[in-house]
T-cell receptor
Framework: DVKVTQSSRYLVKRTGEKVFLECVQD?????MFWYRQDPGLGLRLIYF???????EKGDIPEGYSVSREKKERFSLILESASTNQTSMYLC?????FGRGNWAEAFFGQGTRLTVV | TQLLEQSPQFLSIQEGENLTVYCNSS?????LQWYRQEPGEGPVLLVT?????EVKKLKRLTFQFGDARKDSSLHITAAQPGDTGLYLC????????????FGQGTTLQVKP
């Protein structure tokens, strides 16, 4: 059974703290993504990575950074958390386009982050 | 920037009614996908459409990809309370890297 695992379901952090959100997939997928989900805004792409040590900015990268040192692990970092980063964060992985799989994305269960 | 606009954003209907959700864009997509998300969980893929004009059926759900590959629709026949959830369309951009762009989502509530 395919699996994307996010390290925490719920997190509460203080403004200014450095926050790490971890995501691990066991499907040997090349692509990994971080989205944030807010009511009425759908899923907005923060960063994605199509290979180890490779990353590309999504639509809302400001205030975030990422790290992909190993193929199975993709970390999202909030350097200095702010209240407007309170949100649901979803990690996903997929095969690289062109492998006969039309980039179906498999999602983790999400991390609900509250910054106070 | 490629954008996907979903409508309606919210839908509350009685069990047994039919409904259609739309996903529109001014850009061409190589494929479009529909996901369903239940509270507390991540989205799960329902279907992928890849050919202009394609129609796919999944039990009471019918998915269509527009001829120009810029829009898609999801039609549910005789909705049931178990269909309640958030429905998201997603398009694979033209960059061929597997980057997925999502619409805002349609929240469906089916009352018994």
């Amino acid at each position: 059974d395919v699996k994307v695992t996010q390290s925490s379901r719920y997190l509460v952090k203080r403004t200014g703290e450095k926050v790490f959100l971890e995501c691990v997939q066991d499907m040997d997928h090349e692509n990994m993504f971080w989205y944030r989900q807010d009511p009425g805004l759908g899923l907005r792409l923060i960063y994605f990575s199509y290979d180890v040590k490779m990353k590309e900015k999504g639509d809302i990268p400001e205030g975030y950074s990422v790290s992909r040192e190993k193929k199975e692990r993709f970390s999202l970092i909030l350097e200095s958390a702010s209240t407007n980063q309170t949100s649901m964060y979803l990690c996903a992985s997929s095969l690289l386009f062109g492998r006969g799989n039309w980039a179906e994305a498999f999602f983790g269960q999400g991390t609900r982050l509250t910054v106070v | 920037t490629q954008l996907l606009e979903q409508s309606p954003q919210f839908l509350s209907i009685q069990e047994g009614e039919n409904l259609t959700v739309y996903c529109n864009s001014s850009s061409v997509f190589s494929s479009l996908q529909w996901y369903r998300q239940e509270p507390g969980e991540g989205p799960v893929l329902l279907v992928t459409v890849v050919t202009g004009g394609e129609v796919k059926k999944l039990k009471r759900l019918t998915f269509q990809f527009g001829d120009a590959r810029k829009d898609s629709s999801l039609h549910i026949t005789a909705a049931q309370p178990g269909d309640t959830g958030l429905y998201l369309c997603a398009g694979e951009g033209s960059s061929n890297t597997g980057k997925l762009i999502f619409g805002q989502g349609t929240t469906l509530q089916v009352k018994p």
